[in-house]
């Protein structure tokens, strides 16, 4: 299927999975994200589905869309459990404590 810049399918393309021009870009969807596409054809053209959904993916990276490292990870877990504590008991005590029931 290949999505013509107006929005208009061209059913001229048997392909296994979906192509779509833009610009002088093409994108190939597999089936079940050209099922999807079909499915959102009442939210508008296709361009538009596709740029929301870019958005929304952009807007859920973290912030800066970087990711942190190990050890990165390990030193803010440490600095939230900086005054935090299990009000004087141990660990081996709130297991048993979980026993009794």
Same mark, same amino acid.
């Given at each position: 299927?290949?999505?013509?810049?107006? $929005?208009?399918?061209?059913?001229? &393309?048997?392909?296994? @999975? +979906?192509? @779509?021009?833009?610009?002088?870009? #093409?994108? #190939? &969807? #597999?089936?079940?994200? /050209? /099922?999807? &596409?079909?499915? &959102?054809?009442? +939210? $508008?053209?296709?361009?538009?589905?596709?740029?929301?959904?870019? !958005?929304?993916?952009? +807007?859920? !990276?973290?912030? =800066? $869309?970087?990711?942190? #490292?190990?050890?990165?990870?390990?030193?803010?877990?440490? /600095?939230?459990?900086? %005054?935090?504590?299990? =009000? =004087?008991?141990?660990?081996?005590?709130?297991?048993?404590? %979980?026993?009794?029931?």
């Amino acid at each position: 299927m290949k999505i013509c810049p107006i $929005g208009r399918i061209d059913p001229r &393309l048997p392909v296994p @999975a +979906a192509r @779509a021009t833009f610009r002088d870009m #093409t994108v #190939t &969807l #597999t089936p079940h994200a /050209e /099922e999807l &596409l079909h499915r &959102l054809a009442h +939210a $508008g053209p296709p361009e538009e589905i596709v740029e929301r959904a870019l !958005e929304r993916l952009v +807007a859920d !990276e973290p912030a =800066g $869309g970087k990711r942190m #490292t190990p050890k990165e990870a390990v030193e803010r877990i440490r /600095e939230l459990r900086k %005054g935090l504590s299990l =009000g =004087g008991l141990s660990i081996k005590e709130l297991v048993n404590e %979980g026993r009794k029931y």
